[in-house]
């Protein structure tokens, strides 16, 4: 008997298609992200930017930034997705990052530790499948951050 004309023939095919229509699913490749510092970047001095796979947005989007410098990894315990990815950034300057997304990844966050941030404007987040393949262009100024999805 042929294997596809075995029981365990069937299931090994059906497992390999499953594998394979899996793979190509997540197969939009890394994100190529740019962090560029303005020439007015935190009041002309560097600034650390952040990189965060995330399984949800929720804490990340509620944290002011006074809490969440005070230690990052702890108020994002519950809700990272392998090691972030910092840079320090300097007036006029551009780092370039790969990200590859984690499995589990389900949100790309990115935080700017400025000294005196806009409450609402030194973090963005975004969902995995939106910028899964894209080039990210995060532009850091004095006081906060812009994204640029292209």
């Known amino acids: 008997m042929g294997l596809l004309g075995s029981r365990?023939?069937?299931q090994i095919i059906a497992g390999s298609t499953a594998?394979?229509?899996?793979?190509?699913?997540?197969?939009?490749g890394p994100i190529e992200l740019t962090l560029s510092g303005q020439q007015d970047l935190n009041g002309g001095n560097s600034a650390t930017d952040?990189?965060?796979q995330l399984t949800s947005n929720a804490t990340f989007l509620r944290t002011p930034a006074d809490v969440f410098w005070v230690n990052d990894d702890q108020v994002l315990a519950g809700e990272?997705?392998?090691?972030?990815q910092t840079v320090v950034l300097f007036p006029?300057?551009?780092?370039?990052v790969?990200?590859?997304?984690?499995?589990?990844?389900?949100?790309?966050?990115?935080?700017?530790?400025l000294r005196n941030p806009d409450p609402q404007h030194w973090k963005a987040v975004y969902a995995a499948d939106e910028v899964k393949g894209k080039r990210m262009s995060v532009s850091v100024g004095h006081d906060r951050l812009f994204v640029q999805l292209n």
């Not at 594998?19 to 939009?28: P, R």
């Not at 990272?80 to 972030?84: D, I, Q, R």
């Not at 006029?92 to 370039?96: D, I, K, L, P, Q």
Request: aromatic share 4%; glycine share 14%.
């Open 8 to 10: 365990r023939g069937i």
């Open 19 to 28: 594998v394979l229509l899996l793979t190509a699913v997540g197969c939009k």
């Open 50 to 52: 952040v990189v965060y």
């Open 80 to 84: 990272l997705v392998g090691a972030k």
């Open 92 to 96: 006029g300057e551009s780092e370039e």
């Open 98 to 113: 790969e990200v590859k997304l984690n499995r589990g990844s389900r949100f790309l966050g990115v935080a700017a530790n």
